[in-house]
């Protein structure tokens, strides 16, 4: 499990693409600093298992599933990456519940900048909007982060409508993350809250009748 706090900006070595998967190596010398054959790190908010570590660079094996449902696919050589270490048992829950399961992509709609922060517009798939509230938590490329606002039938570009929501990105995380440099029509990975999913699945799912002795 992780739980959103970026600890390093580490860089894409290498995309090896296959028929039905892919290969990915990263370079990020903190996250790979006590990595092991195994370990699960988060590349963009995506749980990857480690099979190769040499000196800072890590490898694993992306699945046709992760490709779709994911911006990898788009990523390459010196593509700035989100890493993060699963949370320790010790250790301090500083942003959300995030499983590094992305539920599916996003797109950039605006940025607006403050006196030393900037507002992020992000378009949400319909299949995800639902679970989008102002006030509650999203992982945006992993990074977690508060909705500020949530706008239904915003209007695109392209003169379509979408659901979008807004983000309020501090200094550190325009620093520290890819948020920073994402621009306006760029595909961002979105993970929701997994509480609202499990609610939603028990709600329209009734328990079974118990089974008399």
């Known amino acids: 499990m992780f739980t959103g706090i970026v600890e390093e900006l580490g860089e ?24 092991f054959h195994g370990a699960s790190i988060a590349v963009n908010g995506i749980c990857l298992t480690v099979i ?13 599933e992760t490709l779709r449902r994911t911006s990898l696919a788009g990523l390459g050589p010196g593509t ?16 959300h519940v995030v499983q590094g399961h992305v ?9 607006v900048p403050g006196d030393r922060w900037e507002v992020v517009r992000i378009a949400v798939p319909d299949t995800l909007a639902r679970y989008v509230v102002e006030k509650g938590s999203v ?3 992993g990074i977690s982060l508060t909705v500020a606002s949530v706008d239904d039938g915003w209007g695109l570009p392209d003169g379509s ?10 200094p550190e995380t325009l620093a520290r993350t890819t948020l ?4 306006p029509g760029e595909v961002v ?25």
Not at 80 to 95: I, K, T, Y
Not at 161 to 170: D, G, K, N, R
Not at 180 to 183: D, P
């Open 189 to 213: 990975n979105l993970e929701v809250d997994v509480l609202a999913k499990y609610v939603e699945r028990m709600l329209a799912r009734p328990a079974a009748a118990e089974v008399p002795a």
């Open 180 to 183: 920073g440099r994402r621009a």
């Open 161 to 170: 409508t979408a659901t979008t929501f807004t983000v309020s990105l501090i």
């Open 52 to 64: 190769e570590q040499h000196g800072d660079t890590f490898t694993a094996d992306v699945m046709l």
């Open 80 to 95: 700035p990456v989100n890493l993060e270490r699963p949370m320790r048992a010790d250790g301090r829950f500083g942003g």
């Open 139 to 141: 992982a945006v490329d």
């Open 12 to 35: 894409v070595v290498g995309l090896e693409p296959g028929a039905e998967s892919a290969r990915i190596t990263v370079r990020g010398p903190l996250v790979t600093s006590d990595a």
């Open 103 to 111: 539920d599916g992509t996003g797109t950039v709609v605006e940025r």
